[in-house]
């Protein structure tokens, strides 16, 4: 069992950056894929990014360039670095893990971009 907990959302203006942590509890962290979904109401739940085991990783086309997906398996925590961030940015953030047949949400963070 693995268990989430997402922090560093908030209230930014537009062309601001935040950083957001997700922290895991459970063993071999280092195995799992970890990414951040985003959703906004009446809209799916969409990959934003993902960090694989060995480090390579995937974006979103609209936040390629402007977000970087990291992770520190000594920390079990895996973080988003969100620059440049646009108002169509905003919606609640998702932590995800997977490995193999098994998948972790944690509870969201809400990120809201706005003058």
């Known amino acids: 069992q693995v268990q989430l907990v997402e922090s560093g959302g908030g209230l930014v203006q537009p062309g601001g950056s935040l950083r957001l942590s997700c922290a895991a509890s459970g063993s071999s962290f280092s195995s799992y894929s970890m990414g951040w979904y985003r959703q906004v109401p009446g809209k799916q739940r969409d990959m934003v990014a993902i960090i694989v085991s060995n480090g390579i990783t995937n974006y979103r086309e609209a936040v390629r360039g402007r977000f970087s997906i990291s992770r520190d398996n000594a920390r079990n925590t895996v973080y988003l670095q969100m620059n440049s961030l646009k108002p169509e940015d905003t919606a609640v953030y998702f932590c995800?893990?997977?490995?193999?047949?098994?998948?972790?949400w944690g509870q969201g963070t809400q990120v809201t971009v706005s003058s």
């Open positions: 995800y893990a997977g490995l193999k047949d098994r998948s972790y």
